[in-house]
C-alpha cells in the first residue's frame, strides 16, 4: 500500500515539488528522484570553490559579487563533483543588477554552454539597494531551465555579463543558488536516488521492489504484485484444532 501511494504521489503532485521549503517537499522531491544543491546561502555565505571569491554588501545581504567587486570581465565559476548521474536540470538565484547597466546582457552558462541571458538597463529600476547613489538597482529571482545535459556526474555553471566598466561604475552578485538534478535511473527504475538498479524507489512494468532493489522474481516469501510493480510478503493463515 505504501508504494501504491508514493505512485499516486509521483503521477499528480509533481508540480507541487518545490524542495525549498518543508521535509515533505524535500522528500516528495527524493521520490520524484530530483537532487537539490543549495549553496552561496545564508548570512554569511561560503564562497568554496568559486573561481572569484570577492564579496560585498548588499540591502543587508552578503553576496558574492557586487559593488567594487564584479564588473568588465569578471567571471564567476564552479564545478560541482560527485553528484549522481544526472542530464537535466533547472538554475535559480537571486540576481543582484546594480549601478549602471546600459542594456547590457548577464549569462549564466551551464558546461560552458550559454543557456540563459537576459538585458538590464538602469533606467528601470526604481530602487537604490548600495553601490554608487547616481544609481538605481534591481534584486530579483532568476530561473534557469529545465536544461538539458550529456548524463554526468560533474556540473559547471558560470556567471559573467558583457560590461564595458569597472566595478564602481557597473556590477553584479548573486546568492542562494538552488540548483536541482533530474537523476537519471538504471533502466528498472521508475524513480530514484541514483544510478544503480539497488537505488530505487520504484520501478518500471515487468519489474518489482524488493527493498529499494528492482528485481524480475521476488523471492520466497514474497509473490511478484503488479499493483504498484512491488514485493509483497505471502500471508499464511494456520489453523489449529484444539
Same mark, same amino acid.
Given at each position: 500500500?505504501?508504494?501504491?501511494?508514493?505512485?499516486?504521489?509521483?503521477?499528480?503532485?509533481?508540480?507541487l515539488c518545490?524542495?525549498?521549503?518543508?521535509?515533505?517537499?524535500?522528500?516528495?522531491?527524493?521520490?520524484?528522484?530530483q537532487?537539490?544543491?543549495?549553496d552561496?546561502?545564508? +548570512?554569511?555565505?561560503?564562497?568554496?570553490?568559486?573561481?572569484?571569491?570577492?564579496?560585498?554588501?548588499c540591502?543587508?545581504?552578503?553576496?558574492?559579487?557586487?559593488?567594487?567587486?564584479?564588473?568588465?570581465?569578471?567571471? !564567476?565559476?564552479?564545478?560541482?563533483?560527485?553528484?549522481?548521474v544526472?542530464?537535466?536540470?533547472?538554475?535559480?538565484?537571486? !540576481?543582484?543588477?546594480? $549601478?549602471?547597466?546600459?542594456?547590457?546582457?548577464?549569462?549564466?552558462?551551464?558546461?560552458?554552454?550559454?543557456?540563459?541571458?537576459?538585458?538590464?538597463?538602469?533606467?528601470?529600476?526604481s530602487?537604490y539597494?548600495?553601490?554608487?547613489?547616481?544609481?538605481? $538597482?534591481?534584486?530579483?529571482?532568476?530561473? !534557469?531551465g529545465?536544461?538539458?545535459?550529456?548524463?554526468?556526474?560533474?556540473?559547471?555553471?558560470?556567471?559573467?555579463?558583457? +560590461?564595458?566598466? $569597472?566595478?564602481?561604475?557597473? !556590477?553584479?552578485?548573486?546568492?542562494?543558488?538552488?540548483?536541482?538534478?533530474?537523476?537519471?535511473?538504471?533502466?528498472?527504475?521508475?524513480?530514484?536516488?541514483?544510478?544503480?538498479?539497488?537505488?530505487?524507489?520504484?520501478?518500471?512494468?515487468?519489474?518489482?521492489?524488493? $527493498?529499494?532493489?528492482?528485481?524480475?522474481?521476488?523471492?520466497?516469501?514474497?509473490?511478484?504484485n503488479p499493483?504498484?510493480?512491488?514485493?509483497?510478503?505471502?500471508?499464511?493463515?494456520?489453523? +489449529?484444532e484444539?
Open positions: 500500500m505504501r508504494n501504491l501511494e508514493i505512485l499516486f504521489v509521483l503521477s499528480g503532485l509533481f508540480w518545490s524542495c525549498n521549503s518543508s521535509y515533505l517537499k524535500r522528500y516528495l522531491c527524493i521520490l520524484l528522484g537532487y537539490i544543491i543549495n552561496v546561502t545564508g +548570512f554569511s555565505p561560503s564562497t568554496s570553490g568559486w573561481s572569484h571569491t570577492c564579496t560585498s554588501y540591502n543587508g545581504q552578503t553576496i558574492i559579487g557586487g559593488y567594487g567587486c564584479f564588473g568588465a570581465g569578471a567571471v !564567476a565559476e564552479k564545478t560541482y563533483t560527485g553528484l549522481p544526472h542530464n537535466r536540470l533547472n538554475i535559480e538565484w537571486d !540576481a543582484y543588477i546594480i $549601478d549602471s547597466w546600459n542594456s547590457e546582457n548577464l549569462y549564466l552558462a551551464v558546461n560552458n554552454d550559454v543557456k540563459y541571458t537576459q538585458n538590464f538597463n538602469y533606467g528601470s529600476f530602487t539597494y548600495c553601490g554608487s547613489s547616481s544609481y538605481t $538597482d534591481t534584486i530579483l529571482r532568476l530561473s !534557469a529545465p536544461i538539458t545535459v550529456p548524463a554526468a556526474t560533474s556540473l559547471q555553471i558560470k556567471f559573467s555579463t558583457n +560590461f564595458d566598466q $569597472d566595478s564602481t561604475n557597473e !556590477a553584479f552578485g548573486f546568492k542562494n543558488i538552488k540548483i536541482t538534478l533530474w537523476l537519471v535511473c538504471h533502466a528498472a527504475c521508475a524513480t530514484c536516488f541514483g544510478d544503480l538498479i539497488s537505488q530505487c524507489y520504484s520501478c518500471t512494468n515487468g519489474y518489482y521492489l524488493k $527493498d529499494n532493489t528492482c528485481v524480475t522474481e521476488c523471492g520466497s516469501n514474497y509473490w511478484n499493483t504498484g510493480n512491488i514485493c509483497s510478503r505471502n500471508n499464511f493463515f494456520i489453523f +489449529f484444539f
